[in-house]
């Protein structure tokens, strides 16, 4: 059972195509039909490789052998993953062209993750005040040169 937050990464080219021939297929049915609605091979193949590394860190963090595990999202939006007999796992995704993150930890956690592109600008002050408390968002900007 997960006790303590974890974070896998997956690294990916983006300057091949990496669509199986027959197409991607993912362990779940509800994400296989949503795979479908992609319409961007770049998008189609972030999504897929989420869905892959999620199912691996399912079987290394969690258990190898149990296929219990469903995907669901609460109201508030967040995903969780949801077991009949074990307790739930707070869940968060989040990728970008080369680099997919997930970060797991026990339901009773709050937890996020977010990856970006080094080539994207980002506005510091405004992601800050938006992701976090102001103690913390100060400390964040008395970090920056």
């Known amino acids: 059972m997960l ?10 080219p983006t300057d091949v195509f990496l669509e199986p021939p027959d197409g991607w297929i993912l362990p779940n049915a509800n ?3 949503r795979l479908q609605r992609y319409t961007n091979a770049s998008a189609r193949t972030q999504f897929a490789l989420s869905r892959l590394l999620l199912r691996e860190a399912v ?13 669901i999202t609460r109201e ?23 680099l997919i993150a997930i970060a797991l930890a026990p339901a009773s956690s709050l937890i996020g993750v977010d990856v970006e592109a080094w080539t994207r600008r980002i506005r ?9 408390n102001e103690a913390d968002s100060a400390w964040c900007r008395r970090q920056t040169p």
Do not use: F, K, N
Request: charged share 10%; with cysteine.
């Open 124 to 132: 510091l002050a405004p992601m800050l005040s938006a992701s976090m």
């Open 3 to 12: 006790t303590a937050p974890a974070l896998m990464l997956c690294q990916y």
């Open 76 to 98: 508030s939006g967040q995903p969780v993953l949801e077991h009949p007999r074990l307790q739930s796992i707070a869940l968060s995704i989040s990728h970008t062209s080369g």
């Open 59 to 71: 079987a290394w963090l969690l258990a190898p052998s149990d296929t219990d595990w469903r995907l």
């Open 31 to 33: 994400d296989q039909q």
